[in-house]
């Protein structure tokens, strides 16, 4: 039987792609204009400075170090709030989205403000020789805080639908904890944890507003590549900013390509029937 | 009291000792990474007392940021739910070419970096942009002005609406639409009547999401803004000047209002949840996604 057409699709999509071309397509299209029209000389020396790859060098690097970090800290937080009662817990589960309610702005401020030397956590850190503020350190901490719940989120579902049988199974065998945890949980949560993985790298690599107050913005050891592209900006050096936003536009469509693999994967293991 | 469920018997990881050490360093970590932000904010915006914290909310220059900021969102939210709506209803419930690709491109804005983004207008607009020779000899000003400041915002948040309707409608399916339309209602009739009861919380859920980030985007409004203090800094952009001018109590007076806009909309979404709103955006959830739809009446 041939389906019914609904009606209505002329508007929708009418609206729908004039919305797409002029807010995001036309954009991003001038963007990759600007810098195609520079020539592949200027382009690779502007994209293979010193001081371009010292920032890529320190936003890939502590991207990696932050989503480690939110790798064991959200497998850690998605597992209590699944596995145990306690009380708190639904407050706790709300808390989890407040780094992608609260502005990153007014992250960064906070952030910096507790792990300056005087702040509540600065303070006894720098007591311990440790600098958290204005170092790599803190562009960590601000990654951290800013990607939190994406692995959290994407491993908390998976966690709630596994099959408790399949842990029975394993301590009926008399396997320990542990190893029950490494041989049957954590296969089963991999894709998942890969899927929370990319995302929270992806954010990572893009964020500003958290890290620039609390990084320090030194050239060639806390200068983020955003914040590269914003001061070639305010220079009026308009090629150089294109170019350093084009490798960034880059490297969000690899990373997008990794991500919507690593979900179908995800997808593909946990819908069952 | 921590305890594992009751009356059951022990899963991985119950284990009495490892339960509370674990749940004690994940509960510590949660205080001094979520938990101490927020608190810091709320000390150091009264650091200097309650009248200096009135006196830098109610300063020309931040309620004017302020303003900006209500009117950015009054603007861009309403058309981004427009399209929102437009761009499910097109894709849900009818069958094209390049649907694959238009979702994609949908879902585009979420995976750039907001810089990226402010610096892209820049070439449509600016000076040296596409448009920008033109609209400068027509008098028009969209950048360093409100017009590029809600592009911008709707840039960052296009996908926000979309995406909460999408997987919902899809999982819904077309035949109640379908029905309406065989028994004589018009394309609107059915919109209002039959599809919105099903899809209201989670278009609320949407609105809520992209009106929260809307109100705090700093890293493509700055590139587009021009910071102009008293004139096109949004609120997120007042705080980042007050902190760079030393008047921290002031900047976190500022803050504490987006801190408390923050705190608002996760509790309308703690509540939205309850209503079944979000979930399907879980992977697992996909698996009983027939379970969020709302009854509906006969």
């Known amino acids: 039987m041939r389906r019914r057409v609904l009606p209505g699709l002329p508007l929708a999509l009418g609206i729908t792609l004039v919305y797409v071309a002029i807010i995001v397509v036309l954009p991003l299209a001038a963007l990759v204009f600007k810098a195609a029209s520079l020539g592949p000389a200027d382009y690779w020396r502007i994209i293979s400075s010193d001081r371009a790859f010292a920032s890529y060098r320190v936003t890939v690097l502590c991207a990696l170090a932050a989503t480690v970090f939110n790798l064991l800290f959200g497998m850690a937080l998605a597992w209590v709030l699944v596995r145990y009662r306690f009380p708190g817990r639904r407050l706790v589960d709300a808390l989890v989205d407040l780094p992608f309610a609260l502005p990153t702005a007014v992250a960064g401020i906070a952030l910096t403000t507790l792990f300056a030397t005087n702040g509540w956590f600065g303070a006894p850190l720098s007591l311990l020789g440790i600098k958290v503020a204005y170092t790599p350190l803190g562009i960590i901490v601000a990654m951290s805080f800013t990607s939190i719940p994406f692995i959290v989120r994407t491993v908390q579902p998976v966690l709630e639908e596994l099959d408790p049988a399949l842990e029975e199974a394993g301590q009926t065998l008399g396997a320990s904890d542990l190893s029950i945890f490494v041989g049957v949980i954590l296969p089963l949560l991999t894709p ?75 997808l593909r293991y946990t819908v069952r029937g | 009291m921590v305890h594992a469920r009751k009356g059951k018997p022990p899963r991985v990881g119950d284990n009495i000792v490892f339960r509370r050490s674990l749940l004690g360093i994940v509960l510590v970590l949660v205080a001094l990474m979520i938990v101490a932000p927020l608190v810091v904010i709320a000390v150091e915006a009264f650091s200097r007392g309650a009248v200096y914290f009135a006196e830098s909310i109610a300063d020309p220059d931040t309620r004017h940021a302020i303003l900006l900021t ?229």
């Open chain 2, 70 to 298: 209500v009117i950015t969102a009054l603007i861009a939210v309403p058309i981004n739910t427009a399209f929102g709506v437009a761009a499910a209803w097109a894709i849900t419930k009818h069958d094209f070419r390049g649907k694959r690709l238009l979702t994609v491109i949908i879902e585009l804005p979420f995976s750039v970096s907001p810089i990226v983004a402010g610096v892209a207008y820049l070439f449509v607009y600016g000076l040296q942009g596409l448009f920008g020779p033109v609209l400068q000899s027509m008098e028009i000003k969209i950048l360093f002005a409100l017009p590029g400041i809600v592009l911008a915002s709707m840039f960052v948040t296009a996908p926000f609406v979309a995406r909460e309707l999408i997987p919902l409608m899809q999982a819904q399916g077309r035949d109640l639409e379908e029905a309406a339309t065989s028994l004589g209602a018009s394309g609107w009739r059915t919109f209002f009547s039959v599809t919105l009861p099903n899809i209201k919380w989670a278009l609320l859920y949407g609105v809520v999401l992209c009106n929260s980030r809307v109100m705090g985007e700093f890293g493509a409004v700055s590139v587009v803004s021009g910071n102009i203090r008293g004139q096109t800094n949004t609120l997120p952009l007042h705080i980042e000047l007050l902190y760079h001018d030393y008047n921290a109590a002031g900047s976190f007076a500022a803050a504490s209002i987006l801190a408390c806009l923050a705190i608002v909309t996760l509790v309308v979404k703690v509540a939205l949840e309850r209503q079944g709103a979000g979930r399907v955006q879980r992977p697992a959830a996909l698996a009983g996604a027939d379970s969020i739809i709302p009854e509906t009446k006969p």
């Open chain 1, 192 to 266: 998942a944890l890969l899927a929370g993985v990319s995302l929270s790298f992806a954010r990572s690599l893009g964020e500003f507003g958290a890290i620039i107050f609390i990084a320090g913005n030194q050239p060639f050891s806390t200068e983020i590549t955003a914040l590269l592209a914003f001061i070639r900006l305010e220079e009026y050096d308009y090629p150089a900013s294109a170019a350093i936003a084009s490798v960034m536009l880059l490297t969000a469509f690899v990373m997008l390509a990794i991500t919507n693999l690593m979900q179908a994967r995800a």
